[in-house]
């Protein structure tokens, strides 16, 4: 039997960074998605785990007797107990990764491959299988392509183990029910923990139950948006690493502990007006334009804010100089450093506007995309019947 589970990436509407220090934040899954596919092998196969990055033309495999040399506690897996992976195996773990010479170009993707063993190792202990992954998302650019790895990897693990009960004769993609996906969203955060060392658990929390959500000190709480919420999302294509970012907010947070609290408390206050913008419905008193309006300057804001932080880059700042000329509100989403720009095109904006606004970024090098969001969070499928 082979099982699929697919993730969506994410956008952070507001409060990326200060989410990690307890601000409130808004999210929204998108329609760009990582896959996972798991067949086991016949014991008596070639007793190897392999691990495909289908997209990236990447095969690695692992006999299984090394694996178990390595990890002994492989042998004993806890599906139903998410566990944060201890430094002795994260070593352990770094060896086997070491093992498959990863192209240095490419070496950003070690921290995705020992989150995979990690993940399989502690939900199927030692069992040879194929591990296929694709993906649409561009990877390392505030998408949350790590999340939505670690959420789609959980999702087709937890699918085949006895953690969960599923009807094998389902149709098509669904999804689990809520117990069900509390628990993908957990092993996903320990995976997430080994990508970005500080994780707020944002991105595998919206890539889990898609939608928009409102975050804050691990809980969430889904919303409706009551107006059209169009986002141009432009990629510098600088690429970063969000693990060095959220340290050096860290940082600084440690070297300007009173300065940074306020930046931290204004980000909060920023997310909780914008969350409550977009649910109130439109009336007499506040407009569809009004209400846009309050939205971009609070981006305005909210983008002046991470810049304080330390994480807006050059080629953030020249989208925004392009986005400005056209009148529109843009801020940098997830991690910044480069990465990906939120820009927000309000809903009265005549197409021709949008359409040179997109040939000026596109001329620059960038690359643009209009994302759909706020829809379905992980789903899975059997036997490729999706
Ligand atoms: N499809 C994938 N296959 C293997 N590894 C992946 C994949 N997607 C993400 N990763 C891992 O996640 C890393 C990128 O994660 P990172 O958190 O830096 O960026 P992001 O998640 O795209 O952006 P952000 O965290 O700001 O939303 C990659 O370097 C790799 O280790
Ligand atoms: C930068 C950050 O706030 C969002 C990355 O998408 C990190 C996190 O919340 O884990
Ligand atoms: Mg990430």
Redesign the pocket.
Known sequence: MEVTARAP??I?LSG?HAVVHGSTAVAASINLY?QVSLRFSNESNDGLLKFH?K??GFEFSWPIERIKEVLPESGSPRSSTPRSCPPESIIAITNLVEEQNIPEAKI??????T??IWLYTSIHGCKPATVV???T?????????????CVSMSASLLASSDAVNLDLGHQGWFSFGESELELVNKWAFEGEKI??GKPSGI?NTVSTFGNIILFKSGKLTLMKSSMPLKMLITNTKVG????A?VAGVSERALRHPDAMAHVFTAVDSISKEFSSIIQSPASDDLSLVEKEGKLEELIEMNQGLLQCMGVSHASIESVLRTTLKYRLASKLT???GG?CVLTLLPALLAKTVVDKVIAELESSGFQCLIAEIGGKGVEICFDGSS
């Not at 970063?240 to 693990?243: A, V």
């Open positions: 990436g994410k952070i990326e990582t990055l997209n990236m950003g993707l070690a921290a995705g491959i989150a995979f992954v694709t993906s998302l561009p990877l390392g650019s505030g998408l949350g392509s790590s999340a939505s790895f990508i970005h991105d970063r690493n969000t693990k970012l997830g991690a910044g990465g």
